[in-house]
């Protein structure tokens, strides 16, 4: 099998037309993919709180605020940024990086529960099958407002939210 065969070269597909009247959205990952280089200085929640209140005076429609999973600096991070959206009343539409594990998925759920805020996650399939599964667990039934969350899909086969109702 050749390079060719196996890589995808975007350069050489043009430019798809967009149709005039068109709303193009905006979902920057800087606070997650921006900063996942380990060579790279990871900024102090307080930086990361002043980005994201320039991304909301851009008006960019979405922001990854992280991988809580990843460890307590990262689940610190994405509360306190959760925190800061719903305290100032931010258009922005949050969302999270998850595998479809429950390490991953719990603490989203547990965010959007303490922060009232919907948080949306990526990869549809996975992710909602694991939130079926961990909606239906005795774990999910033993606490009230883990048993509360509402998985409501955003748009079909691409986004689901996990909603603090």
Same mark, same amino acid.
């Given at each position: 099998?050749?390079?060719?065969?196996?890589?995808? %070269?975007? !350069?050489?597909?043009?430019? $798809?037309?967009?149709?005039?009247?068109?709303?193009? /959205?905006? !979902?920057?990952?800087? /606070?997650? %993919?921006? /900063?996942?280089?380990?060579?790279?200085? %990871?900024?102090?929640?307080?930086?990361?709180?002043?980005?994201?209140?320039?991304?909301?005076?851009?008006?960019?429609?979405? $922001?990854?605020?992280?991988?809580?999973?990843?460890?307590?600096?990262?689940?610190?991070? $994405?509360?306190?940024?959760?925190?800061?959206?719903?305290?100032?009343?931010?258009?922005?539409?949050? !969302?999270?990086?998850?595998?479809?594990?429950?390490?991953?998925?719990?603490?989203?759920?547990?965010?959007?529960?303490?922060?009232?805020?919907?948080?949306? /996650?990526? %990869?549809?399939?996975?992710?909602?099958?694991?939130?079926?599964?961990?909606?239906?667990?005795?774990?999910?039934?033993?606490?009230?407002?883990?048993?509360?969350?509402?998985?409501?899909?955003?748009?079909?086969?691409?986004?689901?939210?996990?909603?603090?109702?």
């Amino acid at each position: 099998m050749s390079e060719n065969e196996l890589i995808y %070269d975007w !350069n050489l597909a043009g430019a $798809v037309p967009i149709p005039p009247g068109t709303q193009i /959205l905006v !979902n920057d990952e800087t /606070l997650r %993919d921006g /900063l996942q280089n380990p060579s790279i200085h %990871d900024p102090s929640i307080e930086d990361k709180i002043e980005i994201l209140h320039f991304m909301e005076a851009l008006g960019i429609d979405a $922001v990854n605020i992280g991988l809580p999973g990843a460890g307590p600096r990262a689940l610190q991070h $994405v509360e306190a940024l959760a925190r800061e959206i719903v305290a100032c009343h931010m258009r922005i539409r949050p !969302n999270c990086a998850a595998r479809t594990m429950m390490i991953d998925i719990q603490p989203i759920a547990e965010i959007a529960q303490e922060t009232s805020l919907g948080i949306a /996650l990526g %990869d549809p399939a996975g992710v909602r099958r694991e939130l079926d599964a961990w909606r239906e667990s005795a774990v999910a039934l033993s606490d009230p407002r883990r048993r509360a969350a509402l998985i409501t899909p955003l748009e079909p086969d691409e986004l689901v939210e996990i909603t603090p109702e």
